[in-house]
């Protein structure tokens, strides 16, 4: 019975391993796209040669409003998805608990003799 729920422990902690690296790594790489597209509206937005006019003005402005606007609900969307990822995270080691002691009843059950535990 040992060996099978070793088997069964091994296989749940590989997959909630690769969740939570999957997990770290979406974190790791919305921090870097908002740091890059913070990079990048910087650099457009203080071009050298642009022209001093009332129009360049009120087109930069209404630029950064829409860029201000843009970052933020995508960083919101981006933090909403990370919850829901995390709790299909956690709802997966809840029912991992679970299905260990349906398997491990399963087992007793299968296997009355040799079982121990």
């Known amino acids: ?9 091994a296989l749940i902690n590989t997959q909630k391993q690769t969740f939570n690296n999957l997990l770290n ?6 921090a870097k796209w ?8 910087t650099a457009l937005t203080t ?5 001093e006019t009332p ?3 009120e087109a930069l402005n209404q630029y950064n409003n829409w860029f201000s606007s843009a970052t ?13 990822q995390e709790n299909c ?3 997966y080691e809840k029912q991992s608990a679970i299905s260990r ?10 296997n009355p003799a040799k079982a121990t535990n």
């Open 101 to 110: 002691e349906a398997f491990k009843s399963l087992i007793n059950i299968a």
């Open 25 to 30: 790594v979406q974190k790791e790489l919305h």
């Open 55 to 57: 129009q360049t003005k």
């Open 89 to 91: 995270i956690s709802a």
């Open 72 to 84: 933020s609900n995508a960083q919101s969307t981006t933090q909403e998805a990370i919850k829901v």
């Open 34 to 41: 908002f740091e890059s597209i913070g990079k990048a509206h």
């Open 1 to 9: 019975m040992e060996n099978q729920l070793e088997y069964f422990d």
């Open 47 to 51: 071009m050298p040669g642009l022209p």
